[in-house]
Nanobody, 128 residues
Framework: QLQLVESGGGLVQPGGSLNLSCAAS????????IAWFRQAPGKEREGLSC??????????IYTDSVKSRFTISRDDAKNTVYLQMNNLKPEDTGIYYC???????????????????WGQGTQVTISA
């Protein structure tokens, strides 16, 4: 069974950058699509980006709010997916989760119910 662990969160000033990691164990990432979600205080979990499995085409999708600032990537040799976040804003504050589903990012990739596997989350705080 796929197990996911996020890391790399922290406190950053507006305009700064962070690179989050989602490390997998228990199964290879080769056949899983991985997504990143964010949950701000008092809000629902929001899908940000998803990358197809290496066994398919590794294509990625982004929501409009992060498209020009965040980059998702995967290193299957390390069984890890990354989320490089640049030009961070206070509204990017929240707990960031990675989630897994077989092979492809589905059309409703931003829906938490589409994912079978979840990490425990890592806190990101953007503040001056």
């Amino acid at each position: 069974q796929l197990q996911l662990v996020e890391s790399g969160g922290g406190l950053v000033q507006p305009g700064g950058s962070l690179n989050l990691s989602c490390a997998a164990s228990g199964s290879t990432l080769d056949y899983h699509a991985i997504a990143w979600f964010r949950q701000a205080p008092g809000k629902e979990r929001e899908g940000l980006s998803c990358i197809n499995s290496r066994s398919s085409d590794s294509k990625s999708i982004y929501t409009d709010s992060v498209k020009s600032r965040f980059t998702i990537s995967r290193d299957d040799a390390k069984n890890t997916v990354y989320l490089q976040m640049n030009n961070l804003k206070p509204e990017d504050t929240g707990i960031y989760y990675c989630a897994g589903t077989p092979v492809f990012c589905v059309s409703r990739y931003y829906e938490p119910k589409e994912y079978d596997y979840w990490g425990q989350g890592t806190q990101v705080t953007i503040s001056a």
